[in-house]
C-alpha cells in the first residue's frame, strides 16, 4: 500500500474521480473544496460522455479510454453500493447521431467519421429512412448523418457525487468550505497548501479546479493558462419520448475558426430520463460573469428547432449556465508541473470533463505510481507553451474537428 | 413633467398605486401584468363575462380600487400590458448604465418585446405557501389562496364541507369567500395558539387602531363567519388527510407552539375539501434576476428560516440596484394598505418626483404602519419549528416530482450533497414545472439550509416560453402612449385611505 498523502483540491467530477482511483490504489486521500462536491461546473453541464466530436488525436485517445472504463467503474459500484446510488447516475448509453443540414455540412461530416473510424471510433452512416425511424421528429431537411452507437450520457452532478461517495467508502475524506489561498514550499516543493482554517501538508497536490484552476496555481506561484468559458443550456417542460438520442447537428464547418470570444451556439439535442429535454450548447469567453443572457437562450432556442421544428410549441422551464475550464489549445492538462515538485494538475478538459473524467484519473494514478500509462500522457504535459502562458492561439487545433468543436467545448 | 419611462411590474394593490405616483409624477408609465384585468391577488376580478351585478359585494374597497384603476388605465401617458408577463431581466454591464433590459412576452398571442426603462418598479407580490403533510396532495386539497381564486374569480364551489386551515389571517377571507360562493365551511383551523394570537394582536392595541383599514376588515370578516357560525379554532393543525383518490376525512390534532402534535389530541372530520395556507412566499425571481440584496424577514418568527427573505428596500423603495425599485409583498407580507403606500412612494421616487413632497410624509407613516403591522402578524403567526414532525418517510414533498420526506432527508444527510443544486438533482425536488415555487422554502427548512441568499429564487427564465417564441428575436414594443400636452406634475395620491375600506 501506498500512503503517499494526497490532497485533491476541487471536488468537482475530476477531483472526484481522482480521489476514487488514488484512494482505491491506497493512497491517503484528502479532496478539499472551497465549496460542496460538484457545486460548480460539475452540476452546470449536460452530462455528455462523447467519442463523436473527437478527430483522432489525444483527446479522442482519452475519450476511448474512458469510454472504456465508464462501464467498469459502474459495475464496480454496483458491487459495493445501493443501487440507488448507481442508478442517480443515470447512466444512458443511447448513442449519438450527428446531422448535417446543409450539402457542405456532409461534405465535412463524412470524411471526418471516416477519418474517426480509421482511428477505432465506432462511426455509422445512416440513410434518410434509418434516421426517421431512429429520430422521427427531426427535420426533413438533412444532408447526411452519423450514428455513434458509443456516446453515452450521465446526470453529471450523480455521476460526481457517486464517483465521491466511493472514494469516502476507500478511505478518502472530504472536506468542503476550504478554499486554497496559498502553498508553502520547504526548499523548492510543495509542501502544504493554506487554507482559512490553517495549513494542509501532502506529499502530493492535484489541482483539479476546473475553471479555477487558474487561480489557484497563481496563488501557488506558477501561472497556468486555464480560462473560464461560459456555455448555457436550456430545459423544457417534460415531455412524451419525443428525442430518442444526443442529436447535435454538424452545420458549422465554417464558422468555426473565429475568435473564440465571440457567442459561438450549435445544437445538441436530448432529453433526460426525467422527460425534460436539454437544450444547448453555447460558448462565451466572459471571464466570471454569470449573466445568463436572453439573446445566447434565444440562439441555442433557434438552433435547436432547425434540427427539431416540431418542438417550437415546448416550453422552456429553466436554463442555467457553467463555466468550463478552456485552454487555448483544446488539450487536457495532466501531470506534474515541472516548475513546482509536489503539485500536479488534471484540469482543462472544458466541456468534455464528465466523459474524459475517469481516464483522467487513471492516467493520474499511472503517472504517480511510475506505471506505464494506458495511452501516451505525454500531449498533456504541464510544460507546453498553450498552459504557460504562451502567445494566445486562436485558431482550433489540428486535431480538433471543426464540426464538433463547439459541443466538445461547451457540450456538458 | 419628468419624461422618464417607468416600468411596473404588477398591477396588484403596490403595482397600480406605482403607476398611479409615476403618472402623477409626470412620467410615461408601462404597466404589466400577467392577468387580463388590474387587481392582482387581492382585488381579484371576477372576469368580465360574469357580468357581475355588484362586484362591490365581493370586493373590500372594491369602489376606490376600480378608481384608482380606471385613472391609471385611461391615462394618457400609461401603456397598459395585460395577459403579459416578464420572463427575464437582463443586467447591463455596470449598474450605472440604469436597470435592467425587462424581457416581456405580450398579450395573446405572446409576442416578444424587450423594453429599456430608466426606472423599475418590481411588485409582483406573493403566492401562498402550504407546508406538506400526509395526504396534501390528494385531489379535494387546495391552497387557501386557489380556493379563494375559484370562489371570486370564477364563482366555483370547492366543496359543501369544507375546512380552512393553516395560520394568518388571510385563512379569513378565504373562509368569508367560499360561505359567499355557497360552501359550508365547517371550521377554520388555525395552529397558532390563543397565546400567540393574543402576544400578536393585543399588544400596543393603539397601534392596530392607526392601521383602520386592516383591522376593520378582519373585523368584519370575523362578523361574517359568526353569523354562519363557523368555529374559529386556535391552536390546532390539519396533519394529515385521507381519502380514496379523493380527500374524504382529515385529521386535526391540537399543537404547541413549535406545531409538535399533542399525543392523543386527533380528531377526524368528514370533509369534501380541505383548504389550506401557511402565510406567504414573496416571488423573488425577479428581484434576484435584477442583482437586488435580499435581508432575512424582521421579527422573531421568522429568524432563521431559509424560507422567510424579502428585497431589501430604503424608506425611497430603492432595492441595493440603482433605478431599481420594490414595493408590496416582497418587501414583507404587511397587507394592502402598506403595499398601497410602499408602490406610491416607490412610484413617485421612481418617476423622479419631487421628494419633498408633503404626501410622501403620509405615504410613509401609512407605510411604516404597514410594517409594523406585518411584524405583528409574524408575531402572531409564526410557522413552528417542528412542523417536519406531521410527515411520514411516504409523504410527498415536491408534488412535481414526487420526491418523498425520506429522499429529502437521505440527501441531507449525505456528505457529498452539501450544495443544494447539487442534492436538487439527486432528489429532483424542484426541478419540475413549478421551479420550487412551491416545495422550495419546504426542502431549505427540512435541509436545514443557513443559506438565506438568493440560490432558491435564481430562475433566469422566469416564466415559461416556448422555444418558439425564444427563437424569434424581440418586436420593438409597440409605440408608448404619448402625451397630446406636456404633462404638468400633481401629486401623488397622499391618503392611502383612499383605498381602503370605508
Known sequence: ?412 | MTGRHVVVVGAGPAGLAAADAALAAGAEVTLIDSAERPGGQYHRMLPEAYEATDPGALQHGYRSFDRRSRRVLGHPRCSWWAESSVWALERRDSADDGPPLVHVLRGTPRRRHVLEPDALVLAVGAHDRVLPFPGWDLPGVYTAGAAQALAKGERVVVGDRVVVAGTGPFLLPVATSLLEAGSRVLAVVEAAGPAAVARGWLRRPWELTSQLGKSGELLSYTARLGRHRVPYRMGRAVVEARGDGRVEEIVTARVRADWSVVPGSEHVTAVDALCVGHGFTPQLELPVAAGCDLRPAAGGSAAGSPADVFVSVDDDQRTSRPGVYAAGEITGVAGAPAARAEGAVAGWIAAGGDRGARALVTLGRSRDQGRAFAARLALAHPVGRAWPGWLRPDTVICRCEETTYAAVCRSAADPTRTEPQVAKLATRAGLGPCQARVCGPTVAELRRSTDQGAGPHHRPVAEPIRLGELARPPEPPPGRATPATPATPSTPTDSPAEESTS
Not at chain 1, 506561484?221 to 442529436?247: A, M, N, S, Y
Not at chain 1, 449556465?321 to 515541472?338: K, S
Not at chain 1, 499511472?366 to 498553450?386: K, M, N
Open chain 1, 1 to 412: 500500500m501506498d500512503r503517499t498523502r494526497v490532497v485533491i483540491i476541487g471536488a468537482g467530477i475530476i477531483g472526484a474521480a481522482c480521489a476514487r482511483e488514488l484512494a482505491l490504489a491506497g493512497f491517503d486521500v484528502l479532496v478539499l473544496d472551497r465549496a460542496g462536491a460538484a457545486a460548480a461546473t460539475t452540476s452546470h453541464g449536460e452530462g455528455n460522455i462523447l467519442v463523436s466530436d473527437k478527430g483522432p488525436g489525444p483527446e479522442l485517445e482519452l475519450a476511448q479510454l474512458s469510454r472504456r472504463l465508464w462501464p467498469e467503474v459502474l459495475a464496480a459500484l454496483t458491487e459495493r453500493t445501493s443501487p440507488e446510488e448507481v442508478d442517480a447516475v443515470e447512466w444512458d448509453p443511447k448513442g449519438g447521431i450527428v446531422v448535417a443540414t446543409t450539402a457542405g455540412g456532409a461534405e465535412a461530416l463524412l470524411p471526418f467519421a471516416a477519418a474517426q473510424r480509421a482511428a477505432g471510433v465506432r462511426a455509422e452512416a445512416m440513410d434518410s429512412d434509418a434516421l426517421t425511424s431512429a429520430e422521427p421528429f427531426l427535420t426533413e431537411r438533412r444532408t447526411a448523418a452519423v450514428h455513434y452507437p458509443d456516446d453515452a450520457q450521465v446526470q453529471p452532478a450523480g455521476a460526481a457525487t457517486a464517483l465521491l461517495a466511493d472514494a469516502l467508502r476507500a478511505g478518502a475524506r472530504l472536506r468542503t468550505g476550504r478554499e486554497v489561498l496559498g502553498g508553502v514550499t520547504r526548499g523548492s516543493r510543495l509542501t502544504a497548501v493554506r487554507t482559512a482554517d490553517g495549513q494542509v501538508e501532502a506529499d502530493v497536490f492535484v489541482n483539479a479546479a476546473g475553471p479555477w484552476s487558474g487561480e489557484v496555481a497563481r496563488r501557488l506561484g506558477v501561472p497556468l493558462d486555464i480560462r473560464p468559458r461560459r456555455g448555457e443550456v436550456l430545459v423544457t417542460t417534460p415531455l412524451p419520448p419525443t428525442v430518442f438520442h444526443k442529436v447535435y447537428d454538424a452545420d458549422y464547418v465554417g464558422a468555426v475558426g473565429s475568435g473564440a470570444g465571440d457567442l459561438q451556439t450549435s445544437a445538441v439535442v436530448e432529453s433526460t430520463r426525467a422527460g425534460t429535454v436539454l437544450l444547448g450548447s453555447s460558448r462565451r469567453r466572459v471571464g466570471f460573469d454569470d449573466r445568463t443572457r436572453p439573446e445566447v437562450l434565444s440562439a441555442i432556442a433557434a438552433k435547436a428547432l432547425k434540427l427539431f421544428p416540431s418542438l417550437a410549441g415546448v416550453h422552456v422551464m429553466r436554463a442555467y449556465g457553467g463555466f468550463r475550464p478552456y485552454v487555448p489549445d483544446h488539450l487536457p492538462v495532466i501531470g506534474a508541473d515541472p516548475r513546482l515538485p509536489g503539485l500536479w494538475h488534471a484540469t482543462g478538459h472544458e466541456g468534455a470533463g464528465i466523459g474524459l473524467s475517469v481516464g483522467t484519473a487513471r492516467l493520474v494514478r499511472e503517472l504517480l505510481t511510475g506505471t506505464a500509462p494506458a495511452i501516451d500522457a505525454s500531449p498533456f504535459r504541464v510544460d507546453r507553451p498553450a498552459v504557460l502562458g504562451g502567445p494566445p492561439t486562436v485558431t482550433e487545433a489540428p486535431n480538433s474537428p471543426p464540426h464538433t468543436a463547439p459541443t466538445t467545448e461547451e457540450g456538458p
